[in-house]
């Protein structure tokens, strides 16, 4: 696979912004992440349409870009470098925490980052892969309720209710949890 095959499901023509459509153009053509870094030296705030699209040409629907022939040292550098320069950006928040995940096989200090992305936008909990969301959740309360509130705002209200209901038992035993889950449940 490569990035012009992934990035087929961003086509320039659905793109809004100049710099997305310059970006997804460079990583198709150049395929350097060194470049993308150039493209947005004068990018004071970079927008999650961009976001998406260097997503998608670095790491296609992927945690990292084996198959779109980048080195995983290579794209964590990228990123962080990134997130260091537009820290306001959720998303980049986010995909930042999923490479600190992998590098440091924990969760320790993605979390961080994890937390910052979810204050920016909780709906943002919605994009990360559905495995690591279900440990992410299962490992950190905190997380599971940030998930909770996307959930409220997707599902049935039946549905939700049953979750509710499983979560309330699942938590009998904690006090603090049952208040913060029905805390969401009332708003």
Known sequence: ???????KSLPEKDLELEISKQVRLSLIEEHKLTRIIEL???VTSIENETVRVINKGVRGPYADGYYCGFEFDEEFEFWKELVDRYPKN???????????AQKDKSYDNA?????KGF?????????I???WLDELTEKIFEFRIVYLRLQKEQYE??????????????YKDDREKIEQIEKINAS
Do not use: H, Q
Request: net charge negative; hydrophobic share 40%; with cysteine.
């Open 90 to 100: 959720g998303l980049l928040n986010i995909i930042f925490a999923e490479y600190l």
């Open 157 to 170: 209200r039946e549905d939700f209710c049953e979750l509710i209901d499983f979560l309330k038992n699942k």
């Open 119 to 127: 204050d920016i936008d909780f709906r943002l909990i919605g994009f």
């Open 111 to 115: 979390c961080y980052f994890y937390r």
């Open 40 to 42: 947005l030296k004068e």
């Open 1 to 7: 696979m490569s990035t012009e095959y992934y990035l």
């Open 129 to 131: 892969e559905p495995s």
